[in-house]
C-alpha cells in the first residue's frame, strides 16, 4: 500500500511534524500529551498502569521539529472472539489525541493510516476502537459493530420471576480473582462474540489495580463469583439523603455462562444493603434481565456506546467466523480508505465454515467496508442497513439470506475499554 503520510517523510501539510514511535525516555510526556488532549491529567500510578499494557512498536507519537508532542495514537494486540469460538488477531485502536492547536490539518488520518498498515503487516484482519466522537471513524472504515446498553434497576424492583439461592456466590480477593475470572471469561469468550483476550498485564489493570483516587466517589471493587457460573465486577457508590441510605451498585462486568448464573449474579447485585439503584453499562443487546424479572417496566435499558469494528483483510475475516446456515453469497464490497482491497468476492458455506474467493460473478449485495464490519459479529441486522439505504440489494432474496447467514444465537459483546 501507498497513500500519503504512511512513510517517515514528512506529511503534506504537516512539513514540520514527524510521526514515529516513542522513546522510553519520553513516554512520561506522551502519556500526559494524549490525555490533556482529553482534558485530564495522569497521576503517577495510572501513568505506571499505562505502562503496563503500552506496546512501544505499536504507539505513534507526532512530533514538532523542536521535539513537541502534539499527536499520538496506537494499538495493542488482541485476539477478538468471533462466532462460533473462534479468534483472530485485531488491533485495539487507542490513544487517539491530536492538540489543538495541530487539529483538522490531517494528522490523525496520517497516524491512522500507519496503524492500519501495521495491523495489516501483522496479518491482523481486524481493528477496533471505541470512539470518543461517533463521527470519527466511519472514514477510514470503522462500523459501529458492536452496540451496547446500559442498564438501570432500582434495587427493590429487581424481583425475579423464578427466585434463585445466592449462597454459591462468593467475594473474593482482587489478586486470587485473576485466574479464575480469567478462566470463566475465556469460556465465555467461546460462545460470545466480540470479547477481546486479555493479558495478565490487563487483568492486573482491570481487577487488581484500584487506587481510591480512580474511583469517581465509589468505594473499592468487589468481584463475586459463581463456580462455573459466571462472576460480577462491581463497586457500591455511597450516598445519603436526609439521613437515608440511597447508594448506587455500578457494575463493571458481569459475566455469565448460563441463565440460572445470570439469575443467582443479579440477585446477589440485588442483595447490596444502602444501595437504591444498579447501573450496569456494557450489557450486550440480548441481555435477558428484562424477561426473568416480574416487572420489566423496571428495568431501564438505554443505548450505550458502542464498538466500532474495521475489517482489513475480507477473505480472512469472512472465512474465520462460523455461520448458522450453509448458503452462497456474492458480495461487492467498496473499500475507500485502501481501493485496492474493494472487490467481489464469493462466500460459500459449508457445515457453517466459509471459502471466500475472489470473483467475477454478479454480486448479490454491494456494500462499503464500514457496513461489513457493521454487520460482521452478528450485532447489527442487514434489513436495518438496508432499509438505512446502507446496502444495495442486487438480488430480490440477498438481504433475507445475508440475515440468516449472519445472524448469531448470542449477540456481541464488550465491556471493558481500552
Ligand atoms: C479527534 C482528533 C484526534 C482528530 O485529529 P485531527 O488531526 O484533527 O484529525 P484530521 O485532521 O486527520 O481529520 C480527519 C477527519 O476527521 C474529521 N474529524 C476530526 N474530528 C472529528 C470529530 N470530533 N467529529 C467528526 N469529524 C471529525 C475531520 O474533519 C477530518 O475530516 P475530512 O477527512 O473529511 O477532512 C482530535 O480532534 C482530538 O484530539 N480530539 C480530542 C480527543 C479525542 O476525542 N480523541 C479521539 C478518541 S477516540
Request: glycine fraction near 8%; hydrophobic fraction near 40%.
Amino acid at each position: 500500500m501507498n497513500h500519503p503520510g504512511t512513510r517517515d517523510e514528512p506529511t503534506s501539510g504537516l512539513e514540520d511534524i514527524h510521526i514515529r514511535r516513542v522513546a522510553d525516555e519520553e513516554f512520561d510526556a506522551y502519556g500526559q500529551a494524549i490525555e490533556a488532549a482529553f482534558g485530564s491529567e495522569l497521576s503517577p500510578a495510572r501513568l505506571e498502569l499505562e505502562r503496563s499494557t503500552y506496546e512501544p512498536d505499536r504507539f505513534l507519537g507526532a512530533f514538532t521539529a523542536q521535539g513537541e508532542i502534539v499527536g499520538s495514537s496506537g494499538a495493542f494486540s488482541f485476539e477478538l472472539a468471533l462466532p462460533g469460538g473462534t479468534t483472530a488477531g485485531c488491533a485495539g485502536v487507542t490513544a487517539v489525541a491530536v492538540r489543538q492547536d495541530h487539529r483538522r490539518r490531517g494528522l490523525l488520518t496520517a497516524m491512522m493510516l500507519r496503524l492500519l498498515e501495521q495491523a495489516d503487516e501483522r496479518g491482523e484482519p481486524f481493528a477496533a476502537l471505541w470512539a470518543s466522537e461517533g463521527g470519527i471513524y466511519g472514514r477510514y472504515g470503522f462500523g459501529p459493530a458492536i452496540p451496547t446498553t446500559r442498564i438501570e434497576v432500582a434495587r427493590d424492583r429487581l424481583v425475579l420471576r423464578d427466585p434463585v439461592a445466592t449462597d454459591e456466590v462468593r467475594v473474593i480477593d482482587a489478586t486470587a480473582a485473576v485466574g479464575l475470572v480469567g478462566e470463566l471469561y475465556g469460556r465465555a469468550r467461546s460462545q460470545r462474540p466480540g470479547l477481546l483476550s486479555r493479558s495478565a498485564a490487563w487483568w492486573h489493570r482491570l481487577l487488581v489495580h484500584d487506587p481510591a483516587d480512580e474511583r469517581d466517589g465509589a468505594g473499592p471493587r468487589t468481584i463475586a463469583v459463581l463456580r462455573d457460573g459466571g462472576y460480577v465486577v462491581y463497586r457500591l457508590q455511597p450516598h445519603w439523603e436526609r439521613d437515608v441510605p440511597c447508594g448506587t451498585v455500578r457494575v463493571e462486568e458481569l459475566v455469565s455462562l448460563h441463565p440460572q448464573a445470570t439469575a443467582q449474579l443479579w440477585t446477589f447485585l440485588a442483595a447490596t444493603d444502602l444501595a437504591v439503584t444498579i447501573m450496569a453499562p456494557g450489557r450486550p443487546t440480548d441481555d435477558p434481565l428484562r424477561s426473568m424479572v416480574v416487572d420489566p417496566a423496571h428495568v431501564h435499558v438505554r443505548s450505550g456506546s458502542p464498538v466500532y469494528l474495521r475489517i482489513l483483510d475480507v477473505p480472512a475475516a469472512l472465512a474465520a467466523r462460523h455461520y448458522p446456515v450453509d448458503e452462497r453469497i456474492v458480495l461487492d464490497v467498496t473499500d475507500r480508505l485502501f481501493p485496492e482491497r474493494s472487490g467481489t468476492f464469493e462466500v460459500v458455506v459449508s457445515d457453517g465454515v466459509a471459502q471466500v474467493t475472489p470473483t467475477d460473478a454478479d454480486a448479490d449485495l454491494a456494500l462499503g467496508i464500514e457496513e461489513l464490519g457493521m454487520l460482521y459479529l452478528g450485532g447489527v441486522r442487514p434489513t436495518m442497513l438496508r432499509q438505512a439505504g446502507r446496502v444495495e440489494q442486487r438480488r430480490s432474496d440477498a438481504v433475507a439470506r445475508c440475515e440468516r447467514l449472519l445472524a448469531w444465537d448470542q449477540a456481541p459483546m464488550q465491556c471493558s475499554e481500552f
